[in-house]
């Protein structure tokens, strides 16, 4: 079996724990050979106790030796207290020193970073956290949009449930596609996002209400992906010149008109072919991509895949778990 310890603390979020856990079990249930272990482990065995009110048993950190296969440092909001205790932080790298990988889950990172774990290393984290993680530590280089990271063997991802599309990666990493997508069909889980896609969807990521033209500018572009969206068009549509448009979109959304489009139109184009049977050409046409070469960039670029394949991993059925 590959041992998988989680290292846990007081105020641990929940779901940082439960997340790979659980895609590691499930992967053992499908037939993974060899399966994983999981154990949650805490200093001197105290029960962790989660930032949701929730207490979990926990062996101790201390006595955890041998062979590993994957060290799991969870995020949470005890992650700046607990980066600061001298003891956790010795244990950590006395595990990592005996396990073939190290991982973090959103803000347990920062323990990584403060260990000394991701100097000269590309990592993320939770969005909302990136930016304190580089000032912090600027040995390390922080990617504030992935959904998660690797860099050599020490894996990091951002916030919370992106820690189930980090540890699909590592299962299909240990066991390949096949298995991975059964496991996360077993878990309703989606199949199976890549590491940089963004955190925040484009239409998840919308301005504040108080921001009312790039709100109306936002619906419009949703609204009619067909059409010529180019930032002139819209800028007219606003009612004001394409430099002040662009001044407001990398003020409000960090990125320029034309790339929200591009984005939104990508997105708008992976749903269609995850749900449709539509060909190529009418899911270009009709997303205002305009061509298959025009759409292929945009996966490319977005998704690091083609679109043929997002369709062929989003369609797939593979056998139920126990079914061979």
């Not at 003891?87 to 006395?94: G, N």
């Not at 973090?104 to 290393?121: E, F, H, I, N, Q």
């Not at 003020?251 to 489009?261: K, Q, S, Y």
């Amino acid at each position: 079996m590959r041992r998988v310890v989680v290292i846990g603390y007081p105020d641990t979020e929940l779901l940082d724990i439960s997340c790979p856990a659980g895609v590691f079990d499930a992967a053992t249930r499908c037939g993974a050979e060899p399966g994983y272990r999981v154990e949650l482990v805490s200093l001197g065995g105290l029960p962790v106790r989660t930032g949701c009110g929730l207490t979990l048993a926990a062996g101790a950190l201390e006595r955890v030796g041998g062979r590993l296969d994957s060290v799991v440092v969870a995020g949470g909001p005890g992650h700046e207290a607990a980066a600061e205790d001298a003891r956790l932080l010795v244990h950590l790298r006395r595990l990592a020193g005996l396990s073939r990988r190290v991982v973090s889950v959103c803000t347990g990172a920062t323990l990584l970073a403060a260990a000394g774990l991701l100097d000269r290393r590309r990592a993320t984290t939770h969005w909302m956290w990136a930016a304190e993680l580089a000032a912090q530590y600027p040995a390390v280089t922080v990617d504030p949009a992935s959904l998660f990271v690797s860099d050599g063997n020490v894996h990091t991802s951002a916030g919370v449930t992106s820690a189930i599309d980090l540890s699909l990666a590592l299962v299909e990493q240990d066991h390949g596609s096949a298995l991975a997508r059964q496991v996360a069909r077993s878990l309703v889980a989606y199949l199976q996002r890549p590491g940089n896609q963004a955190q925040v969807s484009m239409h998840l990521a919308a301005p504040p209400p108080e921001h009312r033209l790039i709100r109306e500018v936002c619906e419009h572009i949703t609204a009619h992906l067909d059409a010529d969206l180019d930032t002139a068009t819209l800028a007219r549509i606003a009612g004001v010149s394409p430099r002040h448009l662009t001044r407001l979109f990398a003020a409000e959304l960090g990125t320029t008109p034309a790339r929200h489009v591009r984005a939104v139109r990508a997105e708008a184009a992976a749903h269609q072919l995850a749900t449709t049977g539509l060909p190529l050409t009418t899911i270009a046409r009709q997303c205002g991509l305009r061509t298959t070469e025009t759409l292929r960039q945009a996966f490319a670029d977005l998704f690091a895949t083609t679109p043929s394949a997002y369709r062929r991993a989003a369609r797939e059925v593979p056998p139920r778990c126990g079914e061979g």
